[in-house]
């Protein structure tokens, strides 16, 4: 999926908007109109429509106001976008009881952030390393702990929270695009390969490829599809894991006590 980055929003302007530390009020508009039913709406519209789609006219349309109203409230898109991802990280993390082992706790940062993506594919279109909101931190602070006291710098605690995050929103971003194809063709993986593999048959000898041949048969036989997102993500999960394993491992050594015997 091509990244977009829409314009962003006047910092002064998103961050008072972010912080709640004014909130405007239109005595014209419908009494439950406010920051937050239009965030809602228009959080929805990009799930439904994409982020190209978004509009302050087409949330206005949903909303049953004039366009003109919306700016009473929110300057304009990009403020409405810098507002719109801090409100997807306001639950990520609600309820639920927290993993006593820190790979396990890294784990389950890793797999909130993909299904954050999957619920809002529109999130991967978006540069979201600017603007600090209230959700946003409250997120940071809550996935610094998890490595938090196992021997880490400050700067390897940050770099193992972000290979996690980058980790997912990259697996994010292939089941995604495979969700996609399989909504414009019409077909899923498996159906479209078992229609179209014989074409391919006919230029591809197994002999010229054995090993292509061999593993992408076993993998065919094995998920019923060609790429299983959810086999993938959860692989590869367990092999950055791993190395932050080393990275624990490697500074438990350095301040083990010695035996000076």
């Given at each position: 999926m091509p990244t977009q980055y829409p314009r962003s929003g006047d910092p002064a302007r998103s961050l008072a908007l972010l912080w709640r530390t004014q909130e405007p009020v239109s005595r014209r508009s419908k009494p439950d109109l406010s920051v937050d039913r239009i965030v809602a709406v228009a959080s929805e519209t990009a799930d439904t429509d994409g982020l190209a789609a978004l509009s302050m006219r087409k949330v206005a349309e949903r909303l049953g106001v004039g366009t003109m109203?919306?700016?009473t409230y929110v300057p304009g898109k990009g403020e409405l976008v810098d507002l719109m991802l801090d409100a997807a990280y306001a639950d990520l993390y609600e309820g639920g009881e927290r993993p006593g082992h820190w790979r396990d706790r890294l784990g389950a940062v890793a797999y909130a952030n993909w299904r954050l993506?999957?619920?809002?594919?529109?999130?991967?279109q978006t540069p979201r390393n600017r603007l600090l909101g209230p959700h946003l931190i409250a997120k940071y602070e809550y996935e610094l702990s998890a490595v938090d006291g196992l021997g880490l710098t400050d700067a390897e605690m940050d770099s193992t929270v972000s290979l996690v995050n980058s980790y997912a929103e990259g697996a994010a971003g292939q089941a995604v695009a495979a969700?996609?194809?399989?909504?414009?063709?019409g077909m899923t993986d498996g159906q479209w390969w078992r229609t179209h593999g014989p074409l391919l048959a006919a230029f591809v000898r197994d002999d010229d490829y054995p090993l292509a041949s061999r593993v992408g048969s076993a993998v065919g036989r094995e998920h019923q599809t060609a790429y299983a997102p959810e086999h993938e993500f959860a692989f590869g999960l367990e092999r950055v894991l791993d190395g932050v394993q080393v990275l624990v491992d490697s500074r438990s050594s350095r301040d083990a006590p010695r035996d000076r015997s």
């Open positions: 109203s919306l700016y993506f999957l619920r809002h594919p529109w999130m991967l969700g996609e194809n399989e909504r414009s063709s």
